[in-house]
Each structure stands twice: as C-alpha cells, then as structure tokens.
C-alpha cells in the first residue's frame, strides 16, 4: 500500500461521524425503493451480541478480573489528569456516546439498509479520498 492510500483510508475513517448525515439519508432511500431492507430489524443482533460479550465476561471469574482491572486503570488515570482535561474528557465522552446513540437510532429505524448504506459509502469515501489525493 502507498501513502496515498493509507492517507486516504485514514481520512476516509476518521470522517465517519461526519458522514452520518449521508449514510442516514442513502438509509432512507434504500428503504423507500427495497422496503424489505427496512424490514430487517439488524439491531436485535448488534444487541444480543452486546449483551453476550457483558454476560460473559462477567460470568467469568478471568473477565471480572480484567473488568476490574480496567476500572482502577481508569481511575488512576483520571486522577492523573488535571481538572481541564478532565472536563474535556467527559464532554467528550458525551459528544461520543450522543453519536452512538444517534447511530443506535438510525439502526433501528432503517435496519439493514443503514448498515448496507455505510458499508457502499464508507469505501467509495475512501475512494474518492484517494482519487482526490492521486490527481493533486
């Protein structure tokens, strides 16, 4: 792989809130013209298996460990911070998980259209990254 591809690749993933928008409306298109997509509710597997990841690593004692282990981290780390940043990482966290939820949101209404929207224009982004930075 060149740089230009890897320069566009990485551009191309770090504008996937950015295209949210898009991958909404290209959702809304796909479930007017093949209803059917519409139709499969996707998010009930996205949520199982969340649900099946969280019971499993608390149901072993490994995985209760580890989830310890990663709260004292983050604590300590935290600590670590001063106030300011402290403040920006939260704010942050709640941008993130406001964008989660608005991607959450788009799954159920649209269900397998939104996920075959953002998996067309997530590479044809990158794509046209890419030709953008090829041409100059």
């Known amino acids: 792989m060149g740089p230009d591809f890897t320069l566009a690749y990485a551009l191309g993933k770090s504008l996937k809130v950015a295209r949210l928008p898009l991958d909404a409306a290209a959702a809304a298109y796909l479930t007017r013209v093949y209803p059917a997509l519409g139709a499969v509710k996707i998010y009930l597997l996205v949520d199982a298996a969340a649900n099946m990841k969280a019971g499993a690593s608390n149901a ?6 580890l989830a310890g282990a990663a709260d004292n981290l983050k604590a300590r780390a935290a600590r670590a911070l001063p106030g300011d940043t402290q403040k920006k990482l939260e704010q ?3 941008w993130l998980a406001g964008t989660a939820a608005e991607a959450g949101r788009i799954t159920k209404e649209y269900g397998l259209a939104y996920m075959a ?5 997530g590479p044809v982004s990158i794509a046209l ?3 953008l930075l090829r041409s100059g």
């Open 92 to 94: 942050g966290k709640g």
């Open 129 to 131: 990254i890419f030709g």
């Open 60 to 65: 072993l004692p490994e995985g209760q460990k």
């Open 117 to 121: 929207a953002k998996n067309v224009l």
